[in-house]
T-cell receptor
Framework: GENVEQHPSTLSVQEGDSAVIKCTYS??????FPWYKQELGKRPQLIID?????GEKKDQRIAVTLNKTAKHFSLHITETQPEDSAVYFC??????????FGSGTRLLVRP | DAGVIQSPRHEVTEMGQEVTLRCKPI?????LFWYRQTMMRGLELLIY????????DSGMPEDRFSAKMPNASFSTLKIQPSEPRDSAVYFC????FGGGTEAFFGQGTRLTVV
């Protein structure tokens, strides 16, 4: 069945440094790759997404890259701030509209 | 729109009791998803609906779990009988038809079975 693997499970960076989270997916039919941020005790919320016809997308300090051949996609956060501390989830979706999530990365930004 | 609305926010029940979780999706959204979140297993897709019809329930863990969507604005997830290992946060999410559309999550229901 579909599977999304996410690494690392935890990531600690100094404020101002960059953070990179990587995901791989198994279903070659996947064509939509969102990233969600979940703060403690709150709901997951979309921060950025990318479709399979695009290799890279940026939104201020956040960027996502996609390598369809290798079935890899990554989240890049530059100039990290303490408020970036949260759990980040990648996901993969296809034409069936269901989203399969990775296991999550707990990001800690140290002031 | 108030977003996806779930109730109750917290539920504590005794083992063996029936539990019903409720969800109101965003108006106009065609797809509704039920996810379960635990530390060990992350966000698991339990079941999803398209236009009120269940499409894929392969994630439902056991026959003790059932879900319904009687109309476009309401869905329930029922656990009967509940067990301690069902303790988790249950999220409902909805999406609208169209490639690459965002899934909006509700606030979740934290279920504790004692």
């Amino acid at each position: 069945g579909e599977n999304v693997e996410q690494h690392p499970s935890t990531l600690s960076v100094q404020e101002g440094d960059s953070a990179v989270i990587k995901c791989t997916y198994s279903d070659s039919a996947s064509n939509y790759f969102p990233w969600y941020k979940q703060e403690l005790g709150k709901r997951p919320q979309l921060i950025i997404d990318i479709r399979s016809n695009v290799g890279e997308k940026k939104d201020q300090r956040i960027a996502v890259t996609l390598n369809k051949t290798a079935k890899h996609f990554s989240l890049h956060i530059t100039e990290t701030q303490p408020e970036d501390s949260a759990v980040y989830f990648c996901a993969a979706g296809d034409s069936s509209y269901k989203l399969i999530f990775g296991s999550g990365t707990r990001l800690l930004v140290r002031p | 729109d108030a977003g996806v609305i779930q109730s109750p926010r917290h539920e504590v029940t005794e083992m063996g009791q029936e539990v019903t979780l409720r969800c109101k999706p965003i108006s106009g959204h065609d797809y509704l998803f039920w996810y379960r979140q635990t530390m060990m297993r992350g966000l698991e897709l339990l079941i999803y609906f398209n236009n009120n019809v269940p499409i894929d329930d392969s994630g439902m863990p056991e026959d003790r779990f059932s879900a319904k969507m009687p109309n476009a604005s309401f869905s329930t997830l029922k656990i009967q009988p509940s067990e301690p290992r069902d303790s988790a946060v249950y999220f409902c999410a909805s999406r609208v038809f169209g490639g690459g559309t965002e899934a909006f999550f509700g606030q979740g229901t934290r279920l504790t079975v004692v």
